[in-house]
């Protein structure tokens, strides 16, 4: 029944952020219920005989992994919106440090640097992109230019566009953010598929999750009735237990 709560709350989650640039939907990964208390029995045997015994069956929560599949990509008409139709993540300096995003709805701050919607500077390989108020021309490589005072087509740096060998693990920080799950690999000019004037949608079907909640409202429904069974069938046992 916890694992159920749990799983509401990230469905409600993924409805939520069903209009998020760049959201990635969040999936419970629950293990059955018999693994989980062969697990806890099975180290802790000394325990049954009443030591601790909320101990022996306390069970996790599931685990929350990341659907990484890509969304699909909507043309926006805005040079600082940027989608990729492809793997990998934007990298961003926070005070905490470095993290990742999908979400391209990128602006200029005071300073005329690149930056999220929260104001973090989007890296680029040779550190923050400063553009200075410029609109900039980016390529399908994420190599980055500005037109000069005369006209001319000036090569400012190139995003650093990153990849892990297991994102779907990546903790997530809020606001699009998500913190780096091992070593992070930049991803060569060849891998890269950026659309400038586009954003990525989030990969939330709102049909699949209303699916996902009615069965997981049927399934704790199922499992209340089961533990009221179960106290049902004790509270008789003890009455006869009294009697006798």
């Known amino acids: ?10 469905i409600a989650m993924n409805l939520t952020n069903t209009l998020t640039p760049g959201y990635q939907r969040a999936v419970p990964a629950s293990r059955p ?15 049954l005989n009443g030591v601790d015994s909320e101990l022996v069956l306390r069970a996790p929560l ?20 940027l989608a990729l139709d492809g793997p990998g993540y934007f990298e961003v300096a926070t005070a905490e440090g470095s993290a990742y ?27 923050e992109l400063f553009l200075n108020g410029a609109q900039p021309q980016i390529d ?27 994102s779907t693990h990546m903790a997530r920080l809020g606001s699009g953010l998500l913190a780096g799950s091992g070593a992070a690999n930049v991803l060569d000019d060849t891998d890269i598929q950026l659309r400038q004037s586009y954003l990525e949608n989030a990969n939330v079907s709102s049909m699949q999750e209303m ?3 009615m069965q997981t409202m ?15 069938m004790l509270g008789t046992a003890i009455r006869k237990l009294g009697d006798v």
């Open 33 to 47: 219920f018999a693994t989980l208390v062969a697990g806890h029995l099975a180290p802790n045997a000394a325990l």
């Open 218 to 232: 049927r399934h704790f429904e199922s499992m209340q009735r089961v533990l009221q069974g179960y106290d049902e």
């Open 140 to 166: 399908s490589n994420g190599k980055v230019s500005v037109t000069d005072d005369n006209g001319v087509l000036q090569a400012l740096d190139q995003l650093k566009i990153v990849r892990f060998d297991d």
């Open 101 to 127: 995003t999908r979400q391209g709805n990128f602006q200029l701050d005071a300073r005329g640097r690149l930056v999220t919607a929260q104001g973090d500077p989007v890296m680029g390989k040779g550190g």
């Open 1 to 10: 029944m916890h694992q159920d709560m749990n799983s509401l709350d990230r």
């Open 62 to 81: 599931p685990e929350v992994l990341n659907d990484n599949r890509p969304g699909t990509l909507r043309a926006t008409g805005n040079a600082l919106d």
């Open 211 to 213: 699916v996902q909640l």
